[in-house]
């Protein structure tokens, strides 16, 4: 299990809008490096990300081998209600991340 | 005299044939570079036949990096982000890398700021371009040049 960090307020006004900051641990192998003996290493990158908001989505991303290795991105959203972000993140050779954070709109 | 000349010229042949015979391996020891044809190809395979205005969106890159492996980008596009005027995705292209695309991000009216943010590699010095897809289906872009020290992914790894 790739280890992840999430960054979502803990707490926020109805209506305010909010940065969600999230970063993965992986390697991002683009496929175009080669070793000292000439071999070339296969691409192993995360290719999708997602992010849902009780249950709707409200962020995807989709990651090219030129997004840098351990992932990060950023963006925003409107604090609607109480509840949870759930976070997705696939990839080559079947690989899958997920996590979660909660959120408490007063 | 003549035979002068015809040894100058046969050196000169000589000396082009060799010129020639060197540009081929420079040539063909990169042939995964996105060229601007290749950049111009992922465009169109995202905007289709649409044409794309310039303005709205703005890419804040360090304008010289020391190391290309890891450049943090912020791509922000100016809307009122409502139900009816927001921006759909964001689309982020480079110039010179083996592969033309970056990423794309779709976003909606729910997100109240059209901004993201990531980190990227870059191969060498050249342009970043960022394409917003509007609610309307319009596209604008915004493009920013980037001076790389220490190229990515080109790297040997022992």
Redesign the interface.
């Known amino acids: 299990m790739a280890s992840t960090l999430i960054n979502v307020p803990p707490k926020a006004k109805r209506g305010d809008i909010i940065e969600i900051k999230t970063l993965t641990s992986h390697i991002m192998e683009t496929g175009f490096r080669r070793t000292a003996a000439g071999d070339l290493i296969p691409r192993n990158i995360i290719t999708s990300f997602t992010c849902r908001y009780n249950g709707n989505e409200i962020f995807r991303a989709d990651f090219f081998p030129a997004i840098s290795a351990n992932p990060y991105v950023s963006f925003f959203t409107i604090a609607k209600e109480s509840g949870k972000f759930e976070f997705e993140w696939t990839g080559d050779n079947g690989f899958s991340a997920t996590a979660s954070a909660s959120i408490t709109v007063a | 005299m003549p035979k002068l000349t015809s040894t100058r010229r046969d050196l000169l042949k000589l000396a082009g044939g060799a010129a020639v015979a060197g540009a081929v391996p420079i040539l063909t020891l990169r042939p995964?570079e996105a060229t601007p044809s290749t950049l111009n190809t992922a465009i169109r395979n995202v905007v289709g036949e649409a044409q794309v205005q310039t303005g709205k969106v703005k890419i804040d890159i360090p304008p010289l990096v020391e190391n290309g492996?890891?450049?943090p980008m912020t791509v922000s596009v100016t809307s009122p982000m409502t139900e009816t005027d927001h921006v759909k995705s964001i689309h982020v292209f480079?110039e010179k890398?083996?592969?033309p695309?970056?990423?794309?991000?779709?976003?909606?009216a729910?997100?109240?700021?059209?901004?993201?943010?990531?980190?990227?590699?870059?191969a060498d010095s050249q342009k970043v371009v960022a394409i917003a897809r509007m609610s309307d289906d319009s596209f604008w872009s915004a493009s920013a040049d980037v001076i790389v020290t220490l190229a990515a992914?080109?790297?040997?790894?022992?």
């Open positions: 995964l492996n890891t450049v480079n890398n083996p592969l695309n970056i990423g794309n991000f779709y976003i909606g729910y997100a109240g700021r059209a901004q993201i943010a990531t980190r990227i590699r870059l992914c080109t790297e040997e790894v022992y």
